[in-house]
Structures are given as structure tokens and as C-alpha cells.
């Protein structure tokens, strides 16, 4: 038998992904008397950290712990969570249909993107069973626990200089490691030098050190750099490919590109936040970005009940 109406709009908002933006959405627009469903697969992009920095009263607790109190104090409100993948997802003539991994169809007035980015490691040898512990890719996460230490950049041309210098901030020892001829513009080279950031470019064969942290980086002709720190440059990707799906504007620079305020995508009723519109990517952003599209979920949906 073919749904009822009311069985196809059982959700005002569907929100795929309950990381730091997911949660921080359904928060708002549960307290808006929204019925909202939230779909996650629980790939969060920062697994791999012990601890999360930079987080207005949460620095220094587990990013696991973030979600569970996010969890917990959506209790009172009429959303429901369900640990499962949104495989597919089609706009129809006032509404979203999704479909869940084992073919259930439910449908929403509103759709919001959460799916958060997957990054993309060095091919390294030694180097993910470090990163999260002794290699990092973000300083303003993890640059404070870093400070004074002996760091190492990985990283080639421009992007490899920029993080360099960055790394400066935090510590006069650093390192750029090329992986390989550097062939920097002279301009690059003479900067680097006036910062006293040496630039070695041997080719890596491995990392080496103990229970995940970083004792030195190792040459292909078996010699050795101490250094007790890496930051490298990840290659990011969408954790999804359901803004696609739908026709919104990706670029690989900015994400999944909000075009209208509060986070309005290029498809009316398609809202995105966090990590997979590439804005600054911290926690505390996703949280921001989700409330402000939840802000404007809520105003459209206003619009369209109260016209
Ligand atoms: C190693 C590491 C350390 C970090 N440390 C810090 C830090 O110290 N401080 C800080 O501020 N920031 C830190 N960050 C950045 C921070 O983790 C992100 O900015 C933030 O978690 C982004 O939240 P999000 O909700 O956008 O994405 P995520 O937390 O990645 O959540 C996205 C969710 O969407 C789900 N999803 C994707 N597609 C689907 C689908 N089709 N169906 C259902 N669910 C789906 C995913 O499985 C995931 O559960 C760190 C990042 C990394 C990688």
C-alpha cells in the first residue's frame, strides 16, 4: 500500500550526519518543535583524535564525549536518532525523498547536509598509527602541545612552505620535509632560510617511534631527523556524495557551497553545515554553522506554514 500523505511527511527535517554540526541543528530545531529525524553512519572525521581543543568550555575532553553530552540533551525534544547510512536522496515537488541503507523511504520538507569530510593521509609508512597521537594537520587543534617541541612539516611546493611558517607560531625549531626535490621559487627558499626552517628533501621511508609518537623521521639511505612532532597537509574529500546527488555546487575548494544565508545550498530546501562546507574547519564552526541552518530551516519552514 503507497504511504499516506501524512506517513510521507512524517519529518519536518532530515539531518544526515549527528557529528558536532548534526546535533547542534537537531538541538535548535527541536527546541523549534520540529519533528526531526537524524540519519548518521558514525564515520566521524576526527576519530583518530584522543582529545579535541579550542572548544568554548569542552577544551580538552574526548571528541566522543562532545557527541554523547550532545546526545543526552536532545532528550527532551521530539528527535530521533537512527544509526544508519543515507544511501540515496531525490528531491520531489515540495519535498525530499531519503533512502536508508536497507531500502527504507522516508520523506522531509527539509533536508540538512552534516555529512562532515574524509581526509586523505600521506602514504607514509609508520605514519596513521600516529595520526590523531604525534602527527597532526591542524594547528589550531593541536599546535599548543606542540609549542617549543621539535616539529616536522611534511608537505610539498606552496602548501608545504605556508605550513611551515605557520608552524613558527607555535616553535622556533621546524622542519620542512619535501619527500622529494622541493624546487621552490627562490622567493620560497630565501624565506624559509630567513625563518631558519631547514628544508630536507630525501625521500621518507618511514616514521619511527613508540606507542603512536614520533621519535624521527627516517631516509631511504637510512638517515634520521629527530623530531618529536609531524604536521602534514591532508587531502579531503566529502564524506558523502548526496549534495551531488542533488545537484548542489561541490568544488573541491569550498565543499558543498552554501549560496543563499544561513547555509541555504544551490537546491531550495537543502541546507549544509560543518566540515562539508569548507569554511574553518574546527568543531566549534560545525556547531555555529549548525545552528544557523537551523535558524534558516526553521524561518522557511515559518514561511511556508504561517503565509
Ligand atoms: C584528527 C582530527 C583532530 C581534530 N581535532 C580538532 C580539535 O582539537 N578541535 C577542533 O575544533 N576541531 C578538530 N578537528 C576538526 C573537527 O573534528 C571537525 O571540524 C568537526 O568534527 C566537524 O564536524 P561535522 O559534524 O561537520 O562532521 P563529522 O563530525 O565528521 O560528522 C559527520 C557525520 O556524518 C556521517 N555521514 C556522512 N555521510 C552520511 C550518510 N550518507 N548517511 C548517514 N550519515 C552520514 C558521518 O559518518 C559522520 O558521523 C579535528 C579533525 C581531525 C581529523
Redesign the pocket.
Known sequence: MPPSRVDLLRYDVII???????LSAALILGRCRRRVLV????????D??QI????LSRDGIP?AELRRIGREQLAPYDVEIRDV??VDVRAAARHFEVTLEGGERLACRKLLL????V?RLPEISGLPEM??KSVH??PY??GWEARDRPIGVYGQGCTGVALALTMKTWSKDVVLFSDGPASLPEADAARLARHEIAVREERIARLEGKDGMLERVVFTDGSAVERSVLFVKTKQEQ??D?ARKLRCKVTDERGVEPAYKHEETTVDGVFVA???SKDV??????AAEGADAAFGINCALQEEDLA
Not at 579535541?52 to 572548544?55: Q, R, S, T
Not at 552534516?114 to 569530510?117: E, F
Not at 574547519?281 to 560545525?286: F, N, P, V
Request: charged share 10%; aromatic share 6%.
Open positions: 544526515v550526519g549527528a557529528g558536532t554540526a548534526g540519519c548518521n553512519s558514525g564515520r566521524y572525521r576526527n583518530a583524535a579535541m581543543h579550542g572548544f571528541p547510512t543515507v552534516a555529512t562532515g569530510l581526509d595520526y590523531g594537520h591542524c587543534c593541536d564524506g558523502s548526496l560543518g566540515d562539508a574547519l574546527l568543531a566549534i564552526m560545525a
